[in-house]
């Protein structure tokens, strides 16, 4: 996770990701090779600014997608940004469940095959 914004807005501008707007708040996802990364825009004037989380070869670390989707439901349990976070959890568990199709597409194999491949 990182909150460097200058990276962060370099990633958005060269995927063709940046918002036009900013007055909402915005859940944005996209791949850089086969890395998922998910940008978080709070637009509240108090807590303004990106967010930044990376899972490296997500179609094979899946635990690491787990672990993000549950650190969300942490923060929303607690009561924080509920709305921004059910929507960037909600794309983490849609990646979850698309996974076996991405490692289909990367040529991997699944997770428990990898030590004995």
Known sequence: ??????????GLIDHDEMPRQFDTDRVI????????????????????????????????????MYMLSNSFSKMIEQGYSIHLLSQAKNRVDHVIHMAGTFRALFGKKQPDEMAQW
């Open 29 to 64: 996802s996209y791949f850089e090779g086969q890395n998922f990364c998910l940008v978080l825009y709070f637009s509240n004037q108090n807590d303004r600014g990106f967010q930044k989380y990376v899972v490296n070869d997500f179609s094979v670390n899946i635990e690491e």
């Open 1 to 10: 996770m990182t909150n460097e914004e200058v990276a962060i807005v370099d």
